[in-house]
């Protein structure tokens, strides 16, 4: 589904934090990173300072990476700098619905504080690099969308979607416990599609998918708006 996102514009293509590089196998010319070396990171890479050239990047792809960043913001700032025009950023990341945003504080060991301000320009970090906090996608992308464009109008929105209202729960997260075994995967997607009208009330993930306007562009956007 990330991958189906991607922009064709010319230009490195990126993945931030990519863990143990799974990406790579519906992207085969990602660049994987991560902020610390390992074995499958091609790059130690800072999202709040990246190494790249002006208009240099086509693609940046973050899974589950947004929330943990200490200065978010610093990050969009960079994304802004370093995407071409019609470049793009690809992020999955939890969502916080009424259904999910109870059971994320209950059984989640990540904090999920939707009274955030998503727009403070302070450390989301307290006391370790992976700390975090699970509200900031669905406050930034979702609940305070028109600020966020208002503070980068250089990225616009151009896909948004709710996800996963039983699919993820029932896998037991990132690391629960499965509820159900691997064969019934495909059922329990078919259910996800037809529940897809309730994924604002029940959703525990989203997409969302941000790109680099031309400045001609913006300054339109500006003047509609």
Known sequence: ML??????????????????????????????????????????????????????????????????????????????RCLAPGGRVMLLEPYCSPVSTPLYKAFHRERTDLSA????????STL????SNQALPTLLFFRRRREFEQRWPLLTITASQRLSTIAYPLSGGWHGRPLLPARLLGPTLACEHLLRSIAPLSAFRCLVVLERLEEQARAERSAGG
């Open 3 to 80: 991958a189906s996102h991607r922009s064709q514009v010319a230009g490195a293509t990126v993945e931030l934090g990519s863990g143990i590089g799974r990406l790579r196998e519906f992207v085969p010319d990602l660049v994987t990173t991560d902020i610390e070396a390992s074995p499958w990171g091609e790059l130690v890479v800072d999202a709040q300072q990246l190494p790249w050239d002006d208009g240099a990047l086509a693609n940046i792809f973050l899974l589950d990476v947004l929330h943990h960043i200490p200065r978010p913001l610093t990050f969009l700032d960079e994304a802004v």
């Open 117 to 124: 301000d998503p727009f403070a320009d302070d450390d989301q």
């Open 128 to 131: 370790e690099a992976l700390d």
